[in-house]
């Protein structure tokens, strides 16, 4: 049993922790750096994020426990980490597109119904509640997406939304097979970022990284690499020690959760009553989704 403070149990305070942290992510884009390349961004936020969890986890497990993570499962690795670059911009890009709000309820909303696609496909049907809760989630999108919905949504950032959902879920089978190999949490985490950034590094050829050298940049650059990457995740990763995985995909509705919140009282985005609605409709879908069938991860 995972202990408690304050008769919470701590497993639960981490993941949310982690979540709200994620949730931050599109409004600190938006907020400092409004006319940065979304791709770009992921770039040099992952590029930090790896980093130091690279650091961190060579200095709790050693450079031998990286290696072995490489060694044992460059497969898995690497369509991990190919996922994951595909993830951040998606969901960068279609933060900036769509809104912050209508485009991480989109992302997030949509990776569980990509996992049960996925475990369909692999001959593990996910169950009756997953598809009723899919088709909640569905509806909530296209509420969402419609004719005046949200504040500035376009269809082209709704897809990208979709295939950061689609990455994502990717990215966490591709997780799955990598810690079934007995590699520490924490080092395939940190590899499996530090692949994502060299592979995004080319990226910053053509995608301009001047308003890096700006306040705001850096100060935009340092919060997404290193409080919501680096520390996002290793919140995570700790509390997934405590708690179950399908608990803590539920748990991590604080991300849709919080980025809709900031979308609205700090970056001044509205939504109309249907979207309203759509919005509630991804999160029960979300809710469904994740204790309907068992997480990837």
Do not use: C, N
Not at 10 to 30: D, F, I, K, N, R
Not at 49 to 73: Q, S
Not at 116 to 137: E, K, M, S
């Amino acid at each position: 049993m995972s202990p408690s403070r304050g008769g919470v149990p701590v497993g639960a305070l981490l993941v949310v922790t982690a979540a709200a942290l994620w949730g931050t992510s599109g409004v600190a884009q938006e907020l400092a750096v409004p006319t940065a390349s979304p791709v770009a961004v992921a770039a040099l936020r992952v590029l930090v994020g790896g980093t130091l969890l690279v650091a961190i986890a060579a200095w709790r497990a050693g450079a031998a426990e990286l290696a072995r993570v490489v060694r044992y499962a460059p497969g898995p690795t690497a369509a991990a980490a190919a996922a994951m670059g595909v993830f951040q911009i998606g969901y960068l890009g279609g933060i900036r597109l769509t809104g912050v709000a209508v485009g991480t309820l989109v992302a997030i909303g949509s990776a569980p119904v990509t996992a049960g696609i996925i475990d369909a496909v692999r001959g593990r049907a996910p169950g009756l509640r997953w598809g009723l809760a899919t088709a909640v989630t569905l509806g909530g999108t296209a509420l969402l997406v419609a004719p005046g919905g949200g504040d500035g949504a376009r269809p082209v950032g709704v897809a990208l939304s979709l295939a950061a959902g689609a990455a994502y879920a990717t990215y966490a089978v591709a997780s799955k097979k990598l810690l079934d190999t007995g590699v520490a949490p924490t080092s395939a985490v940190a590899v499996t970022f530090a692949a994502t950034g060299v592979l995004l590094a080319p990226t910053l050829l053509w995608s301009g990284v001047a308003w890096a050298g700006t306040t705001e940049g850096l100060l935009a650059t340092a919060w997404l690499g290193i409080v919501t990457i680096t520390a996002g995740y290793l919140f995570f990763v700790r509390g997934l020690g405590h708690v179950e995985a399908a608990t803590a995909t539920t748990l991590t509705l604080a991300e849709p959760l919080t980025a809709a919140l900031l979308a609205v009282a700090i970056v001044g985005e509205r939504l109309s009553g249907a979207a309203l609605v759509g919005a509630v409709l991804v999160a029960a879908g979300l809710l469904g989704a994740a204790g309907g069938r068992r997480s990837p991860v």
